[in-house]
């Protein structure tokens, strides 16, 4: 990454990206332990968060490289995640499949380099107006993404189309890969919510009997 791209980032992204996924991570920490994959990391906050807060190791992969800090990152291919079967103890995507044309292949390599436990944090429509809202809010924010990589101050790819799930296609999506649903439950980040946030935490294994 340029200088020039990193100052910028640091000047101005930096310290609210910290916040917020400080927030969210806030939601699921006491899962995070070990070797942890953050897949789609993008500028890899949520990977610092979790750096400085918990005994976990991240790794970040994405399509694009905008990670600003130290943990390790891949940029690899979108489809084959370049990690062995069940080399990680926790993988997390923080609002990533929703901008994947091959959702489903892409959660089978998430759950496949995972021992056992998965955290998606997503967002879940819940009507029409809601569903509709996402999308413009995308394609605003991908929209000036994308002038930011036209000016040389970011990597950002999109096709500027969504796969937006309501909560019963992400609980179908983990019935049909087998998985056990651990945790399903609404994420507030603040008043600038419009549409529901989900975090779900699911697992190859049954919950252990209490
Ligand atoms: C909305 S950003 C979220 C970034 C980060 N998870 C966060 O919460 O700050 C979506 C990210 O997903 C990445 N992405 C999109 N399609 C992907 C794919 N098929 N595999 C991996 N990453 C992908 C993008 O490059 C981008 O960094």
Not at 57 to 82: C, K, M, Q, T
Not at 183 to 195: A, C, S, W
Request: charged letters at 25%.
């Amino acid at each position: 990454m340029s200088a020039k791209k990193h100052n910028w980032f640091e000047k101005r992204v930096m310290p609210g990206q910290l916040d917020y996924s400080g927030k969210i991570l806030a939601s699921f920490k006491d899962r995070v332990r070990g070797r942890v994959l953050d897949f789609g990391c993008g500028v890899g906050a949520m990977m610092e968060c979790m750096r400085t807060q918990t005994p976990a190791a991240p790794v970040g992969v994405d399509i694009a490289h905008n990670n600003l800090w130290s943990s390790p990152f891949v940029r690899f291919d979108g489809e084959r995640l370049p990690f062995q079967d069940g080399s990680f103890d926790l993988v997390t995507e923080i609002f990533v499949l929703h901008h994947s044309p091959i959702l489903e292949k892409n959660f089978a390599e998430m759950v496949r380099v995972a021992k056992n436990e998965l955290v998606l944090v997503e967002d879940v429509w819940t009507n029409k107006q809601n569903r509709w809202w996402l999308h413009r809010n995308h394609v605003i924010f991908d929209a000036f993404m994308v002038l930011l990589t036209w000016l040389g101050l970011a990597e950002w790819k999109t096709n500027f189309k969504y796969y937006f799930r309501d909560r019963d296609q992400w609980l179908e999506l983990f019935r049909r890969h087998g998985l056990h649903v651990l945790e399903d439950r609404e994420l507030h980040l603040g008043p600038g919510d419009i549409v529901l946030h989900r975090v779900f935490v699911v697992a190859k294994s049954p919950p252990a009997a209490a």
